[in-house]
Nanobody, 117 residues
Framework: QVQLVESGGGLVQPGGSLTLSCAASGSIPGFNVMGWYRQAPGKEREMVATATNGGWTNYGDAVKGRFTISRESGWNTVYLQMNSLEPEDTAVYYC???????????WGQGTQVTVSS
């Protein structure tokens, strides 16, 4: 069993920054991918950024150059530094953990990010 606890969402003006964090606990697989996904009203959930515990990272096209994902604290905490935020970034952001070589995916509760004047 894996638990994911997120924090950092909120309201920010266009051009501003936010940092999201997600701490994983429980029986964490030795090889895994952690990442951030988001879903806006009326849209499908999309991948924002992912990172393996081996250091590989990947970003969705919409956030490349603006967001940075990192894993720290023994690889069980993942951060998302969001810069140059735009209204189009408004969504519920979800933390996820996927065990590599398996089929189990764990999700956080989601945190709302709203970019508006």
């Amino acid at each position: 069993q894996v638990q994911l606890v997120e924090s950092g969402g909120g309201l920010v003006q266009p051009g501003g920054s936010l940092t999201l964090s997600c701490a994983a606990s429980g029986s964490i697989p030795g090889f895994n991918v952690m990442g951030w996904y988001r879903q806006a009203p009326g849209k499908e959930r999309e991948m924002v950024a992912t990172a393996t515990n081996g250091g590989w990272t990947n970003y969705g096209d919409a956030v490349k150059g603006r967001f940075t994902i990192s894993r720290e604290s023994g690889w069980n905490t993942v951060y998302l530094q969001m810069n140059s935020l735009e209204p189009e970034d408004t969504a519920v952001y979800y933390c996820a953990l996927l065990a590599m070589g398996g089929t189990d995916t764990y999700w956080g509760q989601g945190t709302q990010v709203t970019v508006s004047s």
